[in-house]
């Protein structure tokens, strides 16, 4: 069963348990939750950064994985960590060797 699936049985689950609650005020919600999605997603600054080819074929990737351009993930990465949401798991990506950053000390 893929993950749609799971996650759609979750919430039918949850919601037979009686876990959902109306909000109150749901006009005033909508605009409180649209005016912060507008404000996260207004992208009204350009920066440019010159990164290693080897993090920007990474970031390409994992964006492919995702489905999104790399730039969003890039900018999406970002607005998670300046917002203290960008959690940190266990699993670690792959990192370069030491003897990289041996090289990259010396210098």
């Given amino acids: ?3 749609e699936k799971l996650l759609e049985q979750e919430i039918l689950a949850s919601f037979d348990r009686g876990e959902w609650k109306s909000v109150r ?3 005033g919600e909508i ?3 649209k005016a912060a999605a507008t404000a996260t997603l207004l992208k009204n ?3 440019n950064i010159r990164i290693s ?3 920007l074929e990474g970031l390409q990737a994992r964006a492919a994985e995702e489905g999104v351009p790399y730039q969003t993930l890039m900018a ?3 607005h998670k960590f300046v917002s203290g949401r ?3 798991t266990q699993q670690r990506m792959p990192t370069r060797t030491s003897r990289t ?3 990259r000390t010396a210098a």
């Fill in 1 to 3: 069963m893929n993950d």
């Fill in 101 to 103: 950053v041996r090289k």
């Fill in 53 to 55: 080819s080897l993090d």
């Fill in 86 to 88: 960008l959690v940190e």
């Fill in 76 to 78: 999406s990465v970002l």
């Fill in 45 to 47: 600054k350009r920066v």
């Fill in 31 to 33: 605009a409180r939750i």
């Fill in 25 to 27: 005020n749901q006009k």
